[in-house]
């Protein structure tokens, strides 16, 4: 992105017509969005939108740049404007431009409308699930439905609340979920006579009317913003696991994972260098654990960290284990990634911080945004700078304070 930025200051140096200076104005914007420079971005776009005001692109980066910035009605105002101006003709573009509004909306707590443009993932990222050999479930009654997975493994757990609402609708469902999940549904669906779980992946069920996915649950279901509010977490499990693993000497026992799945967007975002975490052993009396379950938990030894954080990945065969663990921790402190996601089911307290260009429209705009289904959520933001020192700094003060109060 930096040559990006570089070789569109230079095109702008350039004789060009006034259509040619609007999209090079909007691309130098988009470069620099990339590396946290929204505020130089948005003078950019509103440049080319007074070259063109029916640029729709540039109203699409102007939204992004005001979530960025937490102004999320600003935000929607402006998708909505790259959505009315996108050429209704040109699937692709539509697709993205409504991909995009769905955010807006999240962001911006328009559950009901931002669930339903975000059905739009599936013409914009997620084609091959249109060739089903059945339609999409539209909340009919009576149906036998294959419900699968399209996003990450927090995403299936979290709107894993809705199975059961589904359940009642549906003569039956065949359930196809990523395998660290297999435990915890089989504990939190015991009680569904109506429900058979598949191995992922697996062959389309014979017998299937409709298909679905878990973050499409509330779409289909036709639920109102409070009844996606308020639906409560599933049962997760609490089975019993020797405590061996944890340090016998130290009074406050935090679990901790810098990095998510490479596969998300934000991936490159969220993730965090794992010597910032060793911040908080300016707080006496400590105890960490990893609790990173992929390739970055070697980032353990490469760094020299081991005999200072706790490798539990042995212990973590599934997110059944992990709800093992978190029930004798104090604290989990993630990047926003899976593990936020199993804390708040877990009613774990969680602190997160939170990237300045990531971000998870659950957790909001910013740290005094409304959160969803995440009460016991902490976050600390980076400022624009995207520095995750001062975060740290934050982080470090709010855990004496805690452990403080835990110790007496």
């Not at 036709?222 to 308020?230: H, V």
């Not at 049962?235 to 994972?257: C, E, L, N, Y």
């Not at 960290?305 to 284990?321: C, E, K, Q």
Request: aromatic share 10%.
């Amino acid at each position: 992105p930096h040559a990006t930025d570089a070789l569109y200051r230079r095109a702008l140096e350039c004789e060009q017509t006034p259509k040619e200076r609007s999209l090079a104005l909007t691309n130098l914007a988009w470069a620099l969005m990339k590396v946290g420079g929204q505020k130089e971005a948005i003078d950019h776009l509103h440049a080319a939108l007074d070259i063109d005001p029916k640029l729709s692109l540039a109203f699409m980066h102007a939204g992004m740049c005001h979530q960025t910035f937490g102004q999320t009605e600003t935000a929607v105002s402006c998708a909505r404007k790259c959505f009315e101006l996108t050429d209704p003709n040109n699937g692709e573009a539509i697709a993205l431009a409504e991909f995009q509004l769905a955010f807006a909306l999240l962001f911006n707590r328009n559950y009901v409308e931002g669930f339903k443009a975000f059905e739009s993932r599936f013409a914009a990222r997620l084609p091959n699930f249109l060739l089903y050999p059945y339609p999409k479930w539209k909340g009919e009654h009576g149906k036998t439905l294959f419900l699968v997975a399209d996003q990450g493994l927090g995403d299936t757990l979290s709107f894993a609340r809705f199975v059961e609402q589904a359940s009642k609708c549906c003569r039956y469902i065949h359930m196809c979920v990523q395998s660290e999940l297999r435990r915890v549904f089989e504990h939190a669906f015991r009680h569904l006579p109506n429900l058979n779980f598949l191995p992922s992946p697996s062959n389309f069920p014979g017998d299937a009317d409709a298909w679905s996915t878990f973050v499409s649950l509330p779409f289909a279901l036709g639920l109102t913003d409070e009844e996606i509010k308020s639906s409560p977490n599933i049962d997760m499990p609490r089975f019993p696991m020797s405590k061996q693993w944890m340090v016998p000497d130290r009074k406050f026992h935090i679990g901790i994972a810098w990095a998510g799945s490479p596969l998300n967007d934000i991936d490159k975002h969220r993730n965090i260098p794992i010597h910032h975490f060793m911040e908080l052993y300016k707080v006496p009396g400590i105890q960490l654990y990893s609790l990173q379950v992929d390739a970055k938990k070697t980032d353990l030894n490469l760094w020299g960290f081991a005999p200072l954080i706790r490798d539990l990945s042995g212990y973590l065969r599934d997110v059944a284990d992990t709800c093992s663990v978190l029930q004798s921790l104090d604290l989990v402190v993630t990047v926003e990634s899976a593990l936020g996601h199993i804390a708040s089911m877990s009613d774990m307290e969680c602190w997160v911080p939170y990237s300045h260009l990531g971000r998870d429209y659950r957790l909001g705009a910013n740290e005094k945004a409304e959160r969803l289904w995440t009460p016991k959520h902490r976050v600390f933001q980076q400022s624009d700078d995207m520095r995750w020192e001062p975060v740290f700094e934050r982080i470090v003060e709010a855990l004496k304070e805690k452990v403080d109060a835990h110790m007496v």
